[in-house]
């Protein structure tokens, strides 16, 4: 692009481009054009956020559309509020700042309702949902995620019902109930390649991995979650590369490979950290510090530990909290 390219030119090729789901391409593109262009057409700087937050890049996607949401709430563009709302609730919940994250979405619920959108209706109830379910309130979770699904249905969007049988398949399987579990997310899988929405593919897929490993069948479960890791590799997918490294690591402790385990989940730590993911970050803490507890590694799980509690603390995960001090405090006994 150049600087004489009509600034109308910017939402048109910002659109083809997130239309080909080529978010590095589109924020190359955006990022050569000097600011007060970019937003004199605020729905292309919607598009950047909204590319920034898919590549991981929370903090900026979130000051971007906060820019946004000023602009479209004073040109009474009501659409363009609430995926500015979305995408700022996005980026809040991968930073695991989740009050913020929870504020975004209520917004992003009542305007979609009080404007006739179901398919907003749907996208803030899903990601509520997915908020009660870290806080470990599944009898809430679950609620959302029926609305989610009928708003969905009735709009025939069968990205947005793959994205919900996902989520609903961690809810289940964090009940205890494995096969319902299952369920959903190969439900995830068949209507997220239908759509050819690959990162929700791959999600299910490393869900379903680790649920192999947990049922004893490291070998399986390994290789499905190499495969996922693989595909999220080819799609650009960070984060979707460190909750993958992170089941591989499992299936590696329970293959007696800690050596190669730590190695998985030092990639999964380091992608946590790059891209602010706070759950992933918690998680991997949470399974170095087992594996250094195991290896007679008491300092350094007690570092792993303590890293872990503070970031499900933050997360309002009370539950693996708690858990993780328990065990910390037995390690100081």
């Not at 369920?183 to 690959?198: D, G, K, Q, V």
């Not at 490979?257 to 946590?272: H, N, S, V, W």
Request: charge should be negative; charged fraction near 30%; proline fraction near 2%.
């Amino acid at each position: 692009m150049t600087d004489t390219a009509p600034v109308s030119d910017l939402a048109g090729e910002a659109r083809a481009l997130a239309g080909a789901r080529d978010w590095s391409g589109l924020v190359s593109y955006l990022d050569a054009v000097p600011e007060e262009r970019l937003y004199a057409e605020p729905e292309a700087a919607f598009l950047l956020a909204d590319a920034l937050w898919r590549l991981a890049e929370p903090a900026r996607a979130a000051e971007v559309a906060s820019r946004v949401l000023a602009l479209a709430g004073q040109r009474g563009d009501q659409r363009l509020v609430l995926r500015a709302l979305n995408v700022l609730g996005i980026s809040f919940f991968n930073r695991g700042a989740m009050a913020e994250a929870e504020e975004h979405f209520a917004a992003l619920l009542d305007g979609a309702a009080n404007h006739g959108d179901e398919v907003f209706v749907a996208r803030a109830a899903n990601n509520l949902g997915m908020i009660a379910n870290i806080r470990g309130e599944r009898d809430q979770a679950l609620p959302y995620y029926v609305r989610a699904m009928a708003g969905y249905r009735r709009e025939g969007n069968e990205r947005g019902l793959a994205q919900t049988h996902h989520n609903l398949g961690i809810t289940y399987r964090d009940l205890g109930f494995d096969s319902d579990a299952d369920t959903h997310f190969r439900r995830a899988i068949e209507l997220a390649a239908s759509t050819n929405t690959e990162e929700v593919v791959a999600m299910a897929e490393t869900e379903r991995a680790l649920m192999r490993v947990r049922s004893g069948d490291a070998k399986l479960g390994g290789e499905m979650a190499r495969r996922a890791l693989e595909r999220c590799r080819r799609i650009g997918d960070p984060l979707g590369e460190g909750h993958a490294a992170r089941v591989i690591a499992a299936a590696c402790r329970a293959e007696q490979r800690p050596d190669e385990a730590l190695e998985r989940l030092g990639e999964a730590l380091e992608i946590a950290r790059v891209h602010s993911d706070a759950l992933l970050h918690a998680e991997v803490q949470r399974d170095r510090g087992e594996i250094l507890r195991e290896r007679g590694e008491v300092e350094a799980a007690r570092e792993a530990f303590a890293d872990a509690a503070a970031h499900f603390e933050a997360l309002g995960a009370a539950a693996e909290a708690q858990a993780l001090r328990a065990i910390l405090a037995s390690l100081e006994a």
